[in-house]
């Protein structure tokens, strides 16, 4: 998810499994492989980024970032 840019596009095609938490907190959040998500705003100095995905927008921290796996959409 780093190499995206404000305004990006992206599907989430895979999520980091070492960490149950964080698993449960990605489904909770709607962050499900397959899932469609904009890259609003990314602000690496404070370890946070904010993605817009089913309408509404989410806030997402640098180590739940890090176990987000995306594909740029063409």
Known sequence: MSALAAGDRATIVRLAEHDGDLLHWFYDQGLAPGTELELRRAEPAAGQFTVAL???????GDKAAAGLFVRRAA
């Open 54 to 60: 089913d309408g509404r927008e989410q806030s997402i």
